[in-house]
């Protein structure tokens, strides 16, 4: 039979002056296997997560610089078109021959080469009931290479595109304007 002396052997005194067992002052040193597991499981969790929303991030941040850039490519092709608005079936003609057709969604391309990934169409149609004024529609297409998904964007203006010979009141154009407003 074991004595308290005995007993003591196994057992260490502590700073307090207590006695502990000495597995216990082990497992206070350290963390066990299934902690650092838990531990490791959790962190990557959490990285899982912040790399998730970085790419989200990123993916946003390009298709809001994809938008931006369609809507300044309809804005510069409705300003070319209303440069040529006196004019606008030759105009369409004419950028039926410089813009290559794209079959897969019926739109023309950009000739620049930075803007490969944009198509554009227009279309003019005549106003009811409003001799001369033509509605005037710009769509640019932008499509990521992994998505056969197109987005778009729309401009629409209203404008006074009167066919050749139109008189304005009653006589010709020039007999409205003031000498010092007419263009010689």
Known sequence: MKTDRDRRTFVRRSSGGRFTDPSSVLRARGFTLMEMLAAIAILAVTLSILAQISFQALNESVMTRRR??????AQGKMEEILANRGDLDGWLKQAAKDYPLDPEIDARRFPETENQMFRWSCEILD???SPGMKEIVVRTYWSRRDQAKWSKCELRTLVFAPRKGFRLFGGSNDENIPAEGRES
């Open 127 to 129: 106003v009811a009931n």
């Open 68 to 73: 931006a850039q369609g809507g300044l490519l």
